[in-house]
């Protein structure tokens, strides 16, 4: 027990036959408690660093997992986004993402939490009708994964600590030797011999002095922000009624979309009741049949770093989720009555920092189908810039050319860090490179690639930017990466 955090303590409550003390605050800027020593930190839990922990405590590392909310899974919980992108090859074939994506998938079927990828094709009620790039989805329970998250963590000896918020990095020179937490026990050291960024925001490797660009330097944008909700109390055979003789409609116009309910957008704008930055709803069916996801209101310019920016774009996307549900009320059928399940504890952030490596990963490659000689995973994910046009809804959609593509070891080590190791949403890939892997198939999988990576660094003496990848392919392997 911390002495001085109950200096003042007094005997009042036991003397009044009530168990609990009073307390005082001591806490100060100052005051930083060398709480946690570990061989790997990972800071962020969301699906990459989530997966980044459990793999390199499978190798053998002693690895403390913290992240700023209750629970893990990042934007797949939090942040209630879903389903899990594609997993397969672009001919929808075969499914390409394994290793800890898929023991997660199974688990959660297990628990009657998914869907499984090979049942679910595009086109359909299960991926919001959309019928370009969107093969083998998979649907889940965002309450589920929570538990599977636990649990895998768990058995694989992974020490979690929630509601602790990185705040610097502890650096050596270029050296990172762990990073200062606030947690509610106030500011506390966790020292470690090594450490992955998984914050989504690249905010560990910016703090530790890594070259990093925000959004597109040559667009001057960043992807928009979406908050995701869920509603239950759908009749979902008239919303599927509905939606299914407008399917030969859905079209793309000047990288507008017009798809899923575009007619009654249309009608609710002539009625001077829409005016969010789509012309129709992505609303995607979910495990449970009268269940649905809606990923549908857009905030432009979001800077999810930027804590007043943030916080004016939460409160504008319960905004548009009240328009949207008043919207669902009134124009759709089947959705009469249905209930809001809940908004994302976080507001979805497509797109922030990019750390930069000596290699950035270029969107060429995923277009030609490059797979490289240090290549740590494969995907077809297809290359979806949101609001890259301008605009209120303008994207970009790139389909690629090869069937799948690779991601490079090398996209994982920043420059100028030491002892650092990038996963998810941050590596060092080109801006529209990222809106591509940064969906949460890619994301787990670089982050089993970064802990299995951290753990053959932490026993054998290398570091991350010499590492040599003919020992860390047989470990991919091993924890069952498929690499083709
Ligand atoms: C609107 C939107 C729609 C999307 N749609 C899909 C989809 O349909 N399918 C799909 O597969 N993917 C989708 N994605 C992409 C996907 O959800 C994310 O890109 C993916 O979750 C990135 O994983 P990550 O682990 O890098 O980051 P995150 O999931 O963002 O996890 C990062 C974690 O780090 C924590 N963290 C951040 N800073 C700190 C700090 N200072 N201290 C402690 N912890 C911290 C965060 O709280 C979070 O838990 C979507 C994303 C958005 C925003």
Redesign the pocket.
């Known amino acids: 027990m911390d002495r001085r955090k109950f200096l003042g303590t007094v005997g009042l409550a036991a003397a009044a036959g009530a168990s609990f003390p009073t307390l005082v605050s001591c806490d100060t800027n100052e005051d930083i408690k060398e709480s946690y020593q570990a061989d790997l930190l990972v800071?962020?839990?969301?699906?990459?660093?989530?997966?980044a922990a459990v793999a390199a405590a499978r190798e053998g590392a002693k690895v403390l997992l913290?992240?700023?909310?209750n629970?893990?899974?990042?934007?797949?919980?939090?942040?209630l986004?879903?389903?899990?992108?594609?997993c397969y090859d672009a001919a929808g074939e075969n499914m390409i993402i394994r290793g800890l994506f898929e023991e997660i998938v199974d688990r959660l079927i297990a628990e009657g939490g998914a869907i499984h990828p090979s049942k679910i094709r595009q086109g359909t009620e299960f991926t919001a009708w959309i019928n370009e790039g969107h093969d083998h989805?998979?649907p889940f329970d965002a309450e589920i994964l929570k538990k599977v998250y636990d649990r895998i963590c768990a058995e694989a000896g992974v020490k979690v600590l929630f509601h602790?918020?990185?705040?610097r990095p502890i650096m050596k020179g270029r050296k990172i030797q762990g990073a200062v937490?606030?947690t509610p026990s106030g500011l506390e050291a966790a020292r470690a011999k090594m450490v992955i960024d998984?914050?989504?925001?690249g905010?560990?490797a910016f703090r530790a002095g890594a070259p990093c660009v925000f959004g597109d330097p040559e667009s001057g944008r960043v992807?928009?922000?979406?908050?995701?909700f869920r509603i239950n109390n759908v009749d979902t055979d008239r919303l599927i009624a509905d939606v299914v003789p407008h399917l030969p409609e859905f079209r793309r116009v000047n990288g507008v979309s017009y798809r899923c309910l575009h007619w009654r957008v249309a009608e609710a704008e002539a009625a001077g009741e829409w005016d969010l930055a789509r012309k129709s709803v992505n609303i995607?069916r979910s495990v449970e049949k009268d269940q649905w996801?809606i990923?549908c209101?857009r905030i432009h310019g979001v800077d999810s770093t930027d804590c007043e920016n943030l916080t004016a774009a939460e409160i504008e996307g319960r905004r548009q989720v009240e328009e949207l549900m008043n919207f669902f009320h009134k124009y759709v059928p089947g959705c009469e009555k249905a209930t809001l399940m809940g908004t994302g504890s976080?507001?979805?952030?497509?797109?922030s920092r990019h750390v930069h490596g000596d290699f950035v990963l270029p969107v060429q490659d995923l277009i030609d189908g490059v797979i490289p000689d240090d290549n740590i995973l494969l995907s077809a994910?297809s290359i979806d810039v949101?609001g890259a046009m301008g605009g209120p809804a303008g994207g970009l959609y790139m389909p690629i050319k090869k069937n799948m593509y690779g991601v490079p070891y090398r996209s994982l080590v920043p420059r100028d860090v030491e002892g650092l190791l990038l996963?998810?949403?941050?590596?060092s890939a080109a801006s529209p490179a990222a809106g591509a892997i940064?969906?949460?198939?890619?994301?787990?999988a670089?982050?089993q690639a970064a802990g299995i990576a951290a753990a053959l660094c932490l026993s054998s003496g290398a570091s991350p930017a010499t590492l040599d990848y003919a020992d860390l392919k047989p470990l991919l392997l091993k924890q069952k990466v498929y690499l083709g």
């Open positions: 800071v962020g839990g969301g699906p990459a660093g989530a997966c913290v992240d700023n909310g629970c893990l899974g990042g934007m797949g919980t939090k942040g986004v879903g389903p899990f992108m594609t989805c998979t602790a918020n990185f705040v937490l606030l998984a914050t989504g925001d905010t560990v992807q928009p922000a979406s908050l995701f995607w996801v990923n209101t976080t507001m979805g952030i497509r797109e994910n949101h996963a998810g949403r941050c590596i940064r969906v949460m198939p890619p994301a787990m670089i982050g």
